[in-house]
C-alpha cells in the first residue's frame, strides 16, 4: 500500500519541482535578463518596435535555438539537454560564430555580453532551463 501511494505521489513531486524552476528562471529574467530582452512579442509587433528594441525577444530566441539545433534521433529530452546546454555555454561565453539570430538581428543587436559575471552557475543553469521550458509550444 506505502509503494502505490509513494508511485502515485512521484509525478506531483516532479511536476511541483518543474513549477520551482520556472519560477527560479522566471526570477532571473525579470532581474537581469529583462533589461535588454522582451519576455514575449509577436513578430508582426517586433517588426514595428525592431529599431527601439535593445535585443531579440526571449520568445524568439528560444524558436531560434529550437529549430537551429537539431538531434538526429528526434529524441525530445536529448534535444531539451544539448539546447540548455548550450544556452548555459553561451550566457557564458557569447561569440559571434555561435549566434544562432538572424542576420539582421546580429547587424542591430551585436553579440551578447557574457553574463559570466553577473550570475552564478545556479542562476545559469536556472535560466537555461526556463528559456527551454517557458516557451515551450509557443511561436513567435
Known amino acids: ?41 509577436d513578430k508582426q509587433t517586433a517588426l514595428k518596435t525592431f529599431k527601439t528594441l535593445k535585443a531579440p525577444p526571449m520568445n524568439e530566441v528560444a524558436m531560434q535555438l529550437k529549430s537551429n539545433i537539431i538531434i538526429k534521433d528526434d529524441d525530445d529530452d ?10 548555459k555555454d553561451y550566457i557564458k561565453y557569447p561569440e559571434l560564430a555561435k549566434t544562432m539570430c538572424n542576420p539582421g538581428a546580429v547587424d542591430r543587436f551585436g553579440v551578447m555580453p557574457s553574463q559570466k559575471a553577473l550570475l552564478s552557475d545556479q542562476e545559469i543553469n536556472d535560466i537555461s532551463t526556463w528559456l527551454y521550458d517557458r516557451y515551450e509550444g509557443i511561436e513567435f
Open 1 to 41: 500500500m506505502i509503494k502505490i501511494a509513494i508511485a502515485s505521489l512521484l509525478p506531483l513531486l516532479l511536476l511541483a519541482n518543474e513549477a520551482d524552476e520556472l519560477k527560479a528562471g522566471q526570477k532571473i529574467f525579470d532581474k537581469t535578463c529583462s533589461t535588454c530582452h522582451v519576455e514575449l512579442l
Open 78 to 87: 536529448v534535444h531539451r539537454a544539448v539546447v540548455v546546454a548550450f544556452i
